[in-house]
């Protein structure tokens, strides 16, 4: 497993892309209809909040406190997302999802928990 980026979910994507962008002078790319900004020499993403959680959560329900739900994700890439997720299940895991394909994101990843409730993604690049 290795470490790729933490995911930074924003509530404004567009007032958090010209900080990091503008006023920091972090380079990178973004998607403006995905809501996601990849500064790759920091390790550092910005993604949607509310995007990201729908992704994560099928029945996602916003909360009332924005400090009640996930602020940042740790993201790792994995050879074979199927292959971790079956050794961490039986290392005692509770995923949040499956592993499953976001063809959106080009990838194949699955969520789940720390002991503190962070949430971590295991992901592969999908090359086809």
């Not at 980026?5 to 958090?16: G, K, N, W, Y």
């Not at 990838?107 to 002991?115: E, K, L, M, N």
């Amino acid at each position: 497993m290795d470490f790729h980026a933490i995911r930074l979910c924003v509530a404004d994507f567009q007032e958090s892309l010209t900080f990091y962008r503008d006023i920091l002078g972090f380079h990178g790319w973004h998607d403006h209809e995905q809501q996601y900004a990849y500064f790759e020499e920091m390790n550092i993403a910005l993604f949607s909040q509310k995007k990201m959680l729908e992704a994560i959560f099928p029945e996602y329900q916003p909360a009332e406190s924005i400090a009640q739900q996930a602020k940042f994700i740790i993201q790792f890439e994995v050879k074979d997302v199927d292959e971790y997720y079956h050794l961490l299940k039986n290392k005692g895991i509770e995923f949040i999802n499956k592993p499953h394909n976001r063809n959106d994101w080009g990838s194949r990843v699955a969520h789940f928990y720390d002991p503190d409730q962070n949430i971590i993604e295991i992901y592969k690049v999908n090359r086809d």
